[in-house]
């Protein structure tokens, strides 16, 4: 079974790159930069030769009602993971194949960006019968061919622009088992807002 992985905001402050860092490694915001900076490119590709030092990431409390909101062990953002230390320690031997792990340091100390480079579209996944968008462009409905994607542990899709995460089973269960605080973990593939409900596996 695929689960969908989001970002527990209700309870959990979100990860925020140092831009001011980025124009310094990169460069500043240009038609011949744009690619190269991490934090407007979430495309599934590879940084670790263009940030070369450890990035940094702050958890800002941009409005009121983050107020008492605390910094997560996990988190998703634009389709990444922000991993603790601890979490790195958990998932890595998991997911170490699906994708890239960039150093950062934070407001406790060290951890890692997890980019996934695995791609749905890549091995014919996506269920074109029952995944579909509304006239608008929104995402309405995401399912896959689970078998072509068994040996992936976390993956995207271009369907949805890369900013969904998708997991098996395994990575879940060793979210819940080492409580790792952080996450909503849903069945319900392709939401991109959390709620709270039944549906949810709660992680915080």
């Given at each position: ?17 140092d ?49 008492g ?22 998932l ?10 960039l ?29 579909r968008k ?16 068994k040996d ?11 900013f ?8 879940k ?20 807002f959390?709620?709270?409900?039944n549906?949810?596996?709660q992680?915080?």
């Amino acid at each position: 079974m695929l689960y969908t992985l989001l970002t527990d905001s209700n309870n959990f402050l979100e990860p925020l790159l140092d831009r001011a860092q980025i124009d310094r490694l990169v460069g500043q915001t240009s038609n011949n930069t744009i690619d190269d900076r991490i934090e407007l490119n979430n495309a599934p590709r590879s940084f670790k030769d263009i940030i070369t030092e450890p990035l940094n990431v702050s958890f800002p409390e941009g409005t009121k009602e983050q107020k008492g909101c605390t910094i997560p062990e996990i988190a998703v953002f634009q389709g990444r993971l922000f991993l603790s230390m601890r979490a790195y320690n958990i998932l890595k031997t998991q997911i170490e194949d699906d994708g890239e792990f960039l150093p950062l340091n934070y407001e406790n100390g060290e951890g890692f960006m997890f980019t996934p480079l695995r791609v749905a579209e890549e091995v014919d996944a996506i269920d074109t019968k029952l995944s579909r968008k509304n006239e608008w462009g929104d995402l309405e409905h995401l399912a896959f061919n689970e078998s072509k994607v068994k040996d992936w542990l976390l993956f995207r899709t271009k369907f949805e622009n890369y900013f969904g995460l998708h997991c098996q089973e395994a990575v879940k269960n060793a979210i819940k088992t080492k409580q790792l605080k952080g996450l909503y973990i849903t069945p319900d593939l392709g939401r991109i807002f959390p709620c709270e409900g039944n549906e949810y596996n709660q992680v915080n």
